[in-house]
């Protein structure tokens, strides 16, 4: 089976699709010619031509709402907002066009098509090349949010969310795209279902819950407190944040008693505090020890200085140190 | 308009050429691992830079987007505090919370670069309707890249400057690119300045629609910037469009596919520096040896800058949870 990278099932991804459906195009700043400046996109126009890949001027809130009004109309579009810090001026268009036309026209319409930005820290980026912003869409109803943090899911996600008939929000690790790599089999429709949570870790001890990123980082944590003090980490990746995998994650919870929900958002109002929430309002009587989170800091941004980027940033080493500090709990 | 004196045209010699070894110092000090994520350089952009905000008085205000460094230094920021925050000191600009994106001075009434594209246009318009709200003779310089007037922040900003008769100076930077999208590819009007058009009316008001100038001619920014400035602190806002060119890529490690070398090899003939410099050899007998001085100090003033950053401390944990609230 060939390895790829993370951005690679992303572009294969969305050859794949765009093969099999032509009301599948993508736009979006630079993702032509050019391939789209993390090169999510690279090969696609010279393919798909520049009717299907199609270079957008510099407005995000257009390339959101024309991609909503093309999806209501029939088509699938796929809108690449070039860095998650840039969503916002589209941000009206997402929760208020795009997560309510369904309900609000009684399903006489809806909206399939796909949101993708990368998002996240830990590449120097500064305040608006770094930032994490699922818990705004999260919290919308009518959006589903999707967050792959290996090469397959990140193709067989974003294959689902192409033909997923809701707006999907994707949100890609940015810092991975080329760190994270994995096996994927090659000309198989490679789909992942958009809801299933996946244990990836089986342990008795902790549970920790991540996903993007901090996935990637928590195995790495679990297996160092698993060489080094004997803990036994099971490891739940959320991947698909809305609709959340209850019935996972709580079972996961019944098994081992304790939870460290890692993200790398703010953790004030992160995504998980919603876990947390979830696991001692319905499995309260399988509780071990305080829920856990460890996340980004409260402060507006993620500043520039690497020194201040990684007191900011949750990493393998911090998990570790907060999964000892539970399991002794 | 009068021709400024010798003294006044050897410190814009001065701070183009600044400018430029400073990029170039960034751009090695990048590759060395030293300035980290993203970098834009401002080389063969200087004159539009040098030009405009010489075009200002010193209670006027300026502000830009993330290509920021040749402002900041044409607006008199210490080239050590500059190369502090690129390196993420806490003896930078913004003690390194900011980086290479984002330097700003309130002293200077620099209010800074900005990562978000066009984000800052609307604030320009909130700045000059604080000055004209206090009766302050106060005018605005907002610069901004051909990218950014195709974002809906640019429009609202032009409009709302328009019927308020904000004092604003609205200055597109067309370097003809924004990342790898040609203008003609992006806006409907292939001459920018044109889009004041839809915020003036057939009697004369609203927006004006200023000039597009020659961007690598510094004088002739100088001049246009200065009638602009004029007619703003008189009428209001005022749209010019100044054309030049970025010589490096979008930012560093763009692979440029989207432009040819000849492309850019034709404008490095017509370069801003080597021009200036040509005409102010013509216009002063002898002044080459005071150039070349020049050249010298301006090497030697961003080594010093990079010998400042190299010495500053890293910012700590109490930098980083410090000033998210007014105490
Ligand atoms: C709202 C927003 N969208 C996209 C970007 C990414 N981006 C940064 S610079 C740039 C191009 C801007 O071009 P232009 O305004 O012409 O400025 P130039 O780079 O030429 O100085 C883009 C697309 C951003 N920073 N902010
Ligand atoms: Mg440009």
Redesign the pocket.
């Given at each position: 089976m060939p390895e790829i990278t993370l951005i690679e099932g992303l572009r294969q991804a969305m050859d794949e699709e765009m093969a099999r459906d032509d009301r599948v195009f993508i736009t979006g700043?630079?993702v032509g010619p050019r391939g789209g400046v993390f090169r999510a996109t690279v090969g696609l126009f010279d393919k798909y031509g520049a009717d299907r890949v199609i270079d957008s001027p510099?407005a995000?809130l257009s390339i959101v709402a024309i991609g909503i009004g093309a999806a209501m109309a029939g088509m699938h579009p796929i809108c690449e907002i070039?860095?998650a810090d840039?969503i916002f001026?589209a941000f009206n268009q997402i929760v208020n066009e795009a997560a309510l036309i369904h309900y609000r026209t009684g399903g006489d319409w809806h909206c399939p098509m796909v949101i993708r930005a990368p998002y996240g820290g830990g590449i120097g980026g500064g305040l608006?090349h770094s930032q994490s912003v699922e818990a705004f869409f999260a919290h919308a109803p009518g959006l589903k949010v999707v967050i792959p943090s290996t090469a397959y899911d990140a193709k067989g996600l974003l294959k689902a969310a192409i033909r997923d008939p809701n707006p999907v929000m994707f949100f890609e690790p940015k810092k991975g795209y080329r760190l994270i790599r994995g096996e994927v089999p090659d000309g198989e429709d490679v789909l992942v279902p958009i809801g299933p949570a996946n244990v990836t870790r089986q342990g008795t001890d902790v549970t920790v819950y991540a996903y993007g990123m901090m996935h990637h980082y928590a195995l790495q944590a679990a297996q160092t407190v698993a060489a080094q003090d004997g803990i036994e980490c099971e490891v739940v990746d959320i991947r698909t944040l809305v609709p959340l995998d209850k019935e996972t994650v709580i079972a996961s919870f019944k098994k081992t008693g304790k939870a460290l929900i890692v993200y790398e958002d703010n953790r004030f109002l992160g995504y998980g505090a919603e876990i947390a929430a979830i696991l001692s309002d319905e499995a309260f009587e399988y509780m071990d020890g305080p829920i856990r989170r460890l996340a980004g800091l409260d402060v507006p941004g993620v500043p520039f200085a690497h020194t201040m980027q990684d007191l900011f940033m949750p990493s393998p080493e911090k998990i570790a140190s907060a999964i000892r500090d539970l399991a002794a709990y | 308009m009068a021709t400024p004196k010798k003294d006044t045209l050897l410190d814009w010699y001065r701070q183009m050429v600044l400018i430029r070894r400073f990029e170039e110092r960034c751009a090695e000090l990048y590759q060395q691992g030293l300035i980290g994520g993203f970098l834009?350089l401002y080389i063969g952009q200087e004159a539009t830079g040098v030009g405009a905000v010489a075009a200002l008085r010193e209670n006027d205000h300026v502000i830009t987007?993330?290509?920021d460094h040749g402002i900041a230094l044409a607006r008199g920021l210490d080239p050590k505090a500059v190369m502090a925050e690129m390196l993420g000191k806490r003896t930078g600009v913004s003690g390194g919370k900011g980086g290479s994106m984002h330097l700003a001075d309130r002293e200077r009434h620099f209010w800074g670069g900005y990562?978000?594209?066009?984000?800052h246009l609307p604030l320009a318009a909130g700045i000059a309707l604080a000055a004209q709200y206090e009766e302050k003779d106060e005018v605005v310089l907002a610069l901004?890249?051909?990218?950014?007037t195709n974002?809906g922040y640019f429009h609202e900003s032009l409009n709302l400057s328009a019927v308020w008769k904000l004092p604003v100076v609205w200055l597109i930077?067309n370097?003809q690119?924004?990342?790898g999208t040609s203008v003609e590819r992006a806006s409907g009007a292939k001459e920018l300045v044109r889009r004041a058009l839809a915020y003036s009316s057939e009697d004369g008001s609203g927006m004006k629609m200023g000039p597009r100038i020659d961007g690598m001619d510094v004088l002739a920014v100088h001049d246009a910037v200065s009638e602009a400035i004029e007619h703003a602190r008189k009428h209001g806002p005022i749209l010019i469009e100044s054309l030049t060119y970025?010589l490096e890529g979008?930012s560093m490690g763009d692979p440029q596919r989207y432009r040819t070398k000849e492309e850019v090899e034709s404008f490095v003939e017509s370069g801003p520096i080597g021009r200036f410099r040509q005409v102010l050899i013509d216009k002063y007998k002898g002044v080459e040896s005071t150039l070349d001085k020049i050249d010298e100090e301006a090497l030697q003033a961003v080594e010093d800058a990079v010998e400042f950053a190299q010495n500053s401390e890293d910012p700590t944990y109490e930098d980083l949870i410090s000033h998210v609230y007014v105490d």
């Open positions: 700043e630079d510099l995000e070039q860095f840039y001026p608006y | 834009h987007a993330y290509r990562g978000i594209v066009g984000g901004m890249g051909d990218g950014a974002i930077e370097n690119y924004g990342m970025r979008h």
